[in-house]
Nanobody, 115 residues
């Protein structure tokens, strides 16, 4: 059983920063892409950022220049540094990873940005 455990969400004022972390555990064979998605109330889940095993990174246009994704392959972790947060970043953030072409999701962590 693969588990993804997220941490680091919370409440922050606009312009502030938060760092999300996600650790994978369980029987894991070969993680390829890891990433972060988010879902705001009444909206569909959307991609925030992904990073491949070879460190190719993709960002949503809305977070470019403000968010930074990183991963530690040995520790099976992925992190998301979020700076210059705005109320539009308020959402539940989900960690995602692909192992042998199968996706796994974390339980989600709430990020709330007050104006």
């Amino acid at each position: 059983q693969v588990q993804l455990v997220e941490s680091g969400g919370g409440l922050v004022h606009a312009g502030g920063s938060l760092r999300l972390s996600c650790a994978a555990s369980g029987i894991i064979f070969s993680i390829s892409t890891m990433g972060w998605y988010r879902q705001a109330p009444g909206k569909q889940r959307e991609l925030v950022a992904t990073i491949t095993r070879g460190a190719t990174i993709t960002y949503a246009d809305s977070v470019k220049g403000r968010f930074t994704i990183s991963r530690d392959n040995a520790k099976k972790t992925v992190a998301l540094q979020m700076n210059s947060l705005t109320p539009e970043d308020t959402a539940v953030y989900y960690c995602n990873m692909w192992d042998l072409d199968k996706p796994y999701w974390g339980q989600g962590t709430q990020v709330t940005v007050s104006s």
